[in-house]
């Protein structure tokens, strides 16, 4: 197997972005929101219940939709987010002198454009926590909430120079169906059902901030959400540890017991942390299998045959039944839709 990068190359549900796509909806008609649809990628079968969504994807949508909408958090909130306001946010923070000053003036900030929120940050058991508070009955807004709260996990990262480790991460929503995704997202323990929706730091872990030039921040708002909306951290949980030793070793040894042996512990001692993340090893080899046979397909210079091989099928039969029951589509179709 070729070495791949397990988290970047990871891909989401569609459910994942339906919150997204639907406050997309509201903002645009309906010719303008086909053609943001098809320009990023995502069709049909994206969309579909077992469609899964790539980083690119996401990025160009976010690209797209935050200029042509004229709101940059693309009707996430009760309030348009007007062009620039992101700039104005990275000349904000950057001007901070440690990573906790950052943290308060990205609160501050955002509580001057938000109506239905406001940033509440609380030092307190030994954490340094911002906290989304509703104002009113606000509509509690799946994707809006972890977008913002992994803007500032990214602006933090961009200031340190690294990715800032993350104490934990609470959603004033209830767990959902794809509650595996925001593993991808955040490398942290996730809650959900909480009081308020909320990312905490351990201020011990909250190191000096790096100058950062103005080409950096034209750099940043570039490539947006690219550098930081997906986690680069496979330490987090034990699942992305297992993607990981998988994405980087053959298929002959991706095995159970090779795979614990490699962890220094037992298969069953592996089985019952994977359980407690809430997956299972086949689970993840599926996964991973998928997400590269994905990248592949879209990239479309290998033939589904050798795709196949690849990913460690023993034969392109069972590739296609495999890959269908993933995503809903065959390999074939699939290539034909994305390329």
């Not at 160009?60 to 909130?77: F, H, I, K, P």
């Amino acid at each position: 197997m070729t070495n791949v990068t397990p988290t970047i190359l990871s891909t989401v549900s569609s459910q994942f972005v339906d919150d997204w796509l639907a406050a997309l909806r509201a903002l645009c008609p309906e010719a303008q929101m086909a053609s943001l649809l098809s320009r990023s990628g995502l069709n049909a079968d994206t969309r579909s219940p077992n469609g899964r969504v790539t980083l690119d994807q996401i990025v160009c949508l976010y690209q797209l939709a935050a200029v042509e909408t004229g709101d940059e958090m693309m009707g996430l909130w009760s309030r348009p987010v007007r062009p620039r306001a992101l700039q104005h946010l990275l000349t904000t923070v950057r001007e901070a002198t440690s990573l906790a000053s950052a943290l308060y003036r990205f609160s501050t900030f955002w509580n001057l454009l938000l109506d239905d929120y406001q940033f509440d940050l609380e030092d307190a058991e030994g954490a340094l926590a911002l906290i989304l508070k509703p104002q009113g009955d606000a509509q509690v807004q799946r994707f809006g909430h972890m977008l913002i709260l992994k803007l500032a996990h990214g602006l933090l990262s961009w200031l340190a120079g690294h990715e800032v480790p993350v104490r934990g991460v609470d959603f004033a929503f209830d767990r959902p169906d794809f509650d595996q995704d925001y593993a991808i997202i955040f490398p942290a323990p996730l809650r959900f059902g909480q009081p308020a929706t909320a990312i905490a730091f351990d201020p011990n872990a909250l190191g000096p901030v790096q100058t950062r030039s103005t080409a950096d921040l034209d750099r940043f708002l570039q490539n947006a959400p690219r550098d930081w909306i997906f986690t680069s951290s496979r330490e987090h949980t034990q699942s992305l540890r297992v993607r990981t030793y998988l994405g980087q070793t053959g298929w002959d040894a991706a095995t159970l017991t090779q795979t614990a042996s490699a962890m220094h512990m037992t298969p069953r001692t592996l089985i019952r942390r994977l359980q407690s993340d809430g997956t299972s090893f086949q689970a993840i080899k599926d996964a991973l299998r998928r997400d590269i046979a994905i990248r592949d397909l879209q990239a479309g210079r290998k033939s589904v045959e050798a795709i196949a091989h690849d990913v460690g099928f023993s034969s392109a039969a069972n590739f296609h039944r495999a890959f269908q029951r993933w995503t809903g589509s065959t390999p074939s179709a699939y290539r034909k839709s994305h390329t």
